[in-house]
């Protein structure tokens, strides 16, 4: 049963520190998501890449987010320096057509 | 402003009751999803409507995509304490694979 997998599942840090959240899209899926999701906000698309190249990363903060694909089986999203504000569940996914999402990774930051 | 708005936000009903959720733009989409979400995990794909009108059943569940593909409704028959969950409405904008969600029903069925 393939899944996409997301670690880590849970990270408290202290503001200030680096942040980063790996994902391993299912084998195959070449389009990749990373969400955002609060309260407030809902689920927010951050960014997204397609053959591993990043289409559209409008939704990320550029100073201190990042995302990034080394290879086909592996997406990273930074965050250098983490700030409160940047609490939240943070979500991977791939498809082709139909999207699978990760269980996402719940990042507070203190 | 949401590009879509889902309404009610809350919902608690006791279970057997019917209930129907509501997606709505001012966007005409070319096709649009549900998903459900249940707590500590992702979004899972219920259905996709893409034709104007379109009925989908699923169970106890059904997905009407309005005529003008702008809005969508969702219907649970007999709601069940297993239907608790977050439902999302979500849509692709122009030819693009760009996915942007709505702001979620929370539902509540109690036993």
């Known amino acids: 049963d393939a899944r996409v997998t997301q670690t880590p599942r849970h990270k408290v840090t202290e503001m200030g520190q680096e942040v980063t959240m790996r994902c391993q899209p299912i084998l195959g899926h070449n389009t990749v998501f990373w969400y955002r999701q609060t309260m407030m906000q809902g689920l927010e698309l951050l960014a997204y890449?397609?053959?591993?190249?990043?289409?559209?990363d409008s939704g990320m903060p550029k100073d201190r987010f990042s995302a990034e694909m080394p290879d086909a089986t592996l997406a990273t999203l930074k965050i250098q320096p983490s700030e409160p504000r940047d609490s939240a569940v943070y979500f991977c996914a791939s498809g082709l057509v139909q999207i699978y999402f990760g269980p996402g990774t719940r990042l507070t930051v203190t | 402003t949401q590009l879509l708005e889902q309404s009610p936000q809350f919902l608690s009903i006791q279970e057997g009751e019917n209930l129907t959720v509501y997606c709505n733009s001012s966007s005409v989409f070319s096709s649009l999803q549900w998903y459900r979400q249940e707590p500590g995990e992702g979004p899972v794909l219920l259905v996709t409507v893409v034709t104007g009108g379109e009925v989908k059943k699923l169970k106890r569940l059904t997905f009407q995509f309005g005529d003008a593909r702008k809005d969508s409704s969702l219907h649970i028959t007999a709601a069940q304490p297993g239907d608790t969950g977050l439902y999302l409405c979500?849509?692709?904008?122009?030819?693009?694979?760009?996915?942007?969600f709505g702001s979620g029903t929370r539902l509540l069925v109690r036993p």
């Open positions: 979500a849509c692709r904008m122009d030819s693009s694979y760009k996915l942007i």
């Open positions: 890449f397609r053959n591993r190249a990043p289409l559209d």
